[in-house]
């Protein structure tokens, strides 16, 4: 991950480069399968995650409640 990664996020586009710069010292990469679960409802968030590429299904059950990307 680097700042150019982060900076074409509409999410984090009000943080400047310092604040990117220390969310990127503090974070780390996960490269995640197709199919693979990330997060389920109900469980202790102990992180989070920023979508930098691709795409995520969220379900409920086994209902397709929305697809995110970046």
Request: negative net charge.
């Amino acid at each position: 991950m680097n700042l150019n990664d982060l900076t074409s996020l509409p999410t984090l586009s009000l943080l400047n480069d310092a604040e990117l710069q220390q969310l990127i010292s503090l974070g780390h990469e996960v490269l995640v399968a197709p199919g693979e679960t990330i997060v389920e409802e109900g469980s202790t968030a102990a992180s989070f995650f920023v979508l930098v590429k691709g795409q995520v299904e969220v379900t409920k059950g086994t209902k397709k409640i929305a697809e995110l990307g970046p």
